[in-house]
């Protein structure tokens, strides 16, 4: 056996000393068709039911989720439609990401022809828009390998989207003519309209409103930075639903976290939060302290849950006591800034709103803008949501609150008060 086999080896050992056969915390996006989403999904059922509630409606509803990157707002979506196919047979359910510059008729266009593989005027829609479909992609092929003498990656290459002229009446064809086939009607869910800047989100859905009115159900996702003012107001009509997506209460974390490690356990499928063995690798105090350093974010959790256990794999541990969390959660606290690579006034201000456990327009101070180099607090707003996103507004590790001791500051002088306008 050659020496990296035996590495292997070596890893996987680590991992099953901890009891389990892989590390079940993961950031990719969970695969709609795998069941591992229906073993980790935790929580949300209110949210749930109120989305249930509404597909008891033969009318078609629109549906928006929102919320912080890393929420659970994809999570929850997938989990919606996997419920709804097994229980709604009848309906065609779709799921797309939304591709940058394009308009949301023209990806919903996309979405549903992509799932009538046997509709010609479908896939002849794809066509015409210059996106491989499962009859072309053959024909492309024979080309690619004739080519390929050249070097050429003809097969792989992006090809751009011609937009169809029309996209809200080509949809409107395309649903009628789904409509045979599906007479519990077509939903189509339109995800990460949270990755795109909230002034374009406002033009998409603006534009969008043809589209809305249409036959088909709708369920989109979006940051609630871009969710303001006029788009949630049921006035414009343009949503039947807002579920805002929040952070997990810690017992319903605790469950999570049950859930996972019990998808992922060798030997033993206790899922009772009362029972101690549930938790495992972990013991009922660093589960909970886990737990605690993860605000309930679901991606935050998944981020530290993967770093702890493969801490404790590398110290061979068989349990995750104390000592090992404290390892684990410090490793993160190094590790993530790192991913995130922060410029040099990104640190600096995540130092500062550590420092002072939050930053807001009334608590800053005027030295402390000029310290960071900035003229206002609103200039502020982008890097604070920056490190949001990247999971470091928070203390990972209660243990380096020293690290942070507050910035001593002279005291606020009255008159240096901000008179900059907030908005
Ligand atoms: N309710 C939940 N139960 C279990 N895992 C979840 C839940 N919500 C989110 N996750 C997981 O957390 C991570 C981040 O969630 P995601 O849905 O991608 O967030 P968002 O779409 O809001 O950015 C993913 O790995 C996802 O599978
Ligand atoms: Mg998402």
Not at 93 to 121: C, F, G, K, Q, V
């Amino acid at each position: 056996m050659t020496n990296a086999d035996d590495l292997f080896d070596q890893a996987s050992n680590n991992i099953e000393r901890l009891g389990l056969r892989e590390i079940p915390f993961t950031e990719s996006p969970i695969d709609l068709q795998s069941e591992t989403l229906q073993r980790i999904f935790t929580g949300r059922e209110d949210k749930l039911l109120q989305t249930f509630n509404l597909f008891k409606s033969r009318d078609r509803r629109r549906i928006l989720v929102y919320g912080r990157i890393g929420i659970g707002k994809s999570a929850f979506l997938l989990e919606v439609l996997s419920v709804l196919r097994r229980k709604k047979k009848q309906m065609l359910t779709t799921y797309i990401s939304l591709p940058a510059n394009l308009d949301l008729a023209t990806t919903a266009l996309i979405a549903l022809a992509r799932d009538m593989p046997n509709d010609e005027w479908a896939q002849q829609q794809l066509y015409q828009m210059g996106i491989p479909t499962a009859m072309i992609l053959k024909e492309r092929n024979s080309e690619v390998t004739a080519n390929m003498v050249f070097g050429g990656k003809l097969g792989e290459k992006d090809l751009p989207v011609t937009k169809p002229q029309y996209p809200t009446v080509s949809l409107e064809t395309l649903l009628e003519r789904s409509q045979q086939k599906y007479p519990e009607g077509v939903l189509i869910a339109i995800d990460d309209l949270d990755k795109q800047d909230p002034s374009t989100v406002r033009k998409l859905m603006h534009d969008a409103q043809g589209m809305l009115k249409g036959r088909a159900w709708f369920m989109l996702t979006g940051h609630p930075m871009g969710m303001t003012g006029d788009l949630l107001t049921s006035e414009r009509g343009l949503f039947d639903l807002q579920l805002k997506l929040e952070e997990l209460d810690q017992p319903t974390t605790y469950k999570m976290l049950i859930n996972y490690l019990n998808s992922a356990r060798i030997n033993n499928d206790c899922k009772d939060p009362n029972d101690p063995r549930a938790v495992l690798p972990f013991l009922p105090k660093t589960a909970k302290k886990f737990c605690e350093a993860s605000f309930g974010k679901p991606r935050l959790f998944n981020r530290l849950g993967s770093i702890v256990l493969s801490t404790a794999a590398d110290l061979h541990a068989e349990t995750i006591t104390q000592e090992v969390l404290e390892k684990g959660l410090k490793a993160a606290a190094h590790s993530l800034p790192l991913q995130a690579a922060l410029t040099f006034q990104e640190e600096r201000v995540r130092a500062l709103l550590l420092a002072r456990g939050g930053l807001s327009d009334e608590t800053v101070l005027m030295e402390d803008l000029q310290q960071l180099g900035v003229r206002t607090f609103s200039e502020l707003l982008p890097i604070l949501e920056r490190l949001e996103e990247a999971d470091l507004a928070h203390q990972l590790n209660q243990d380096d609150t020293k690290a942070f001791a507050p910035i001593p500051l002279p005291a606020a002088d009255e008159e240096l008060s901000l008179n900059e306008p907030k908005q």
